[in-house]
């Protein structure tokens, strides 16, 4: 089936619509680039080999749609596999669409600052003839210089614009450059201006008036955005792990590496960022080695997992013990002081974060003899890392040869979840494990994507023009416009159009040719749902027996990894 006939045939279902014929629409006529790209829009950093798109994923899109759907982009993407789509479809090269005006270029780099990736925001813009005066390109700017430390060249940027001052951004800016300034009655009078427009959140508001004012605050609230955390800064603000909830992942990311900032706090942001898809095992693995620990609290690491496992900084220290043990003596212990790292985790962002942490480690260590319990901890890592094939090789390692017999009943009833849960990923590698153990495989039941977060009534005509516009990615063979679709349809959950929001993301990404994504977006998941807040996702899920869209409980295999059922693998009789 043709991706928009799919798109929507199961649109139509979610809203209980019947589908009406459509007239055959013609594809524009292919553009010719040139590989060299002058305008922001059009410039990109990826190659095909670092997950890059088509250099046409452009052709039949719309300007005015991308823009708004840049609009609508994830500033924390819900899910690392969409953070991962976020960064590939922004930082792919490509021809943007005829008359695009240069604005949209500056709202890829504002998506791109906002959900962390600030240095490859600078680095397009560097590349690219984009106006720095530009209201849109100085705003992406101006969130990367506020989230490295750089508040004089931010508010340098606002005084230096040509034109759109006057926007709520640059207005609240310069309120946070003459507060900073010593300019407290102009700061006060703008404030004012905020105020009689209505144009502060309640965070805006109490942070913005204790910098004018010059009030000490122990506590606030939690900040959300790059001026927020450049208040934090300003006035000391002590920032916990639990003030994280609402940064976007720019935020994160900037706290993980803000050296005035307690540890704790710097590894629980490294592991939201992780989890938002704006840090990657390489730096997270910097990040950890950088800090400063005592030799006392690296030697007693097995100690402080067992009585500190919720404490953030316990991952820290177990990460630097684990790379201090290089001599091939060690493997043993090595091996079985990572998969109490692992174990350790007690959420989805801290469980994502630690198997990029010791992905290297975890794929070096194939093939030597480990316990049961070292090798399930393994085989979970290489599958929240992708590699499917990997997690394979560690299961076939605790079933010895096919013979489940000699197991414990917790790693038996591990291996079977854990098998359950790679047939999300990949049902081909998860059969082969299936059949080699003798178990039956019932996908795992997870929630939608659109089952998260809290959407508002008044937001239903955005969501009908993410729709609509996923409708004309599928038509035209837009596949960058469709899987920005898929992004903005993800970051804003709808009330009451929840199961229209998973049909669209899913399907968005298929037509996108993004199916590596939508695949490991369904076992993300699927395994979000074994943590402790996992209440909170089953209380999403549809009746037994349904689906989120109302179909019928009946799938095929190829259908499984984001529909389901109960996760209740069990090994199938053999005998009468």
Known sequence: MQPVLRLFTTVALALGLCAPAFAQVALPDAVETTPLSIDAFSTGTLDRSEGAMPPTLWI???????????????????????????????????????????????????ALARAGFGEDARTIASLSNAARNDPWVGQ????????????????????NLASGREAIFWVKLRVFCYATSGERDAADLTLGILRERDALSGTDAELLSALVTGRV???ASAPENALHFAIYKRLNIPLSPYQLTKADAGVLKAVAWS?????????????????????????????FQSFSLELTEIGAAVEIARTRPDDPLTDAILYQAVMAMNAPEFLRDKAALIARALAVADSFARAHALSLLYANDTKDLEGALLPGEESRRFAM?????????????????????????????????????????????????????????????????????????????????ALARIVDAAFDAAFDDGIGQAALAALAASSTPFMGAESVVDVVVRQSLRAAGLEDVRRRMAFELAWMASFPDRLAHEAALPPAGEEADGESAVQTQTDAEYDGFTPRLKPPRKGP
């Open 259 to 287: 050296q005035g900032i307690d540890t704790p706090t710097r590894v629980a942001a490294a592991e939201h960022a992780a989890a938002a898809g704006a840090m990657r095992g390489p730096e997270l693995a910097a990040l």
């Open 381 to 461: 890592a290489r599958m929240a890392v992708g590699d499917s094939q990997g997690a394979g090789r560690w299961l076939f390692a605790m079933i010895d040869g096919g013979d489940m017999s000699a197991m414990n009943e917790a790693d038996a009833m591990a291996f079977i979840e854990l098998t359950n849960l790679l047939s999300v990923l990949d049902p081909a590698s998860a059969a082969i494990v299936a059949d080699a153990a003798g178990v039956s495989i019932v996908p795992p039941r997870s929630a939608g994507i659109g089952h998260y977060g809290s959407g508002l009534v008044s937001e239903g005509l």
């Open 60 to 110: 039949g899109s719309d300007a005015e749609t991308l823009g708004f759907l840049l609009d609508a982009a994830p500033a924390r993407p819900l899910l690392p596999s969409l953070g991962e789509a976020l960064r590939r479809v922004l930082l792919t090269p490509g021809a943007g669409p005829d008359g695009a005006p240069a604005s949209l270029g500056g709202k890829k780099l504002y």
């Open 140 to 159: 992406a700017l101006a969130v990367a210089d506020l989230l490295s430390g750089a508040d004089n060249a931010a508010c340098a940027r606002g005084e």
């Open 217 to 219: 605050l122990q506590t």
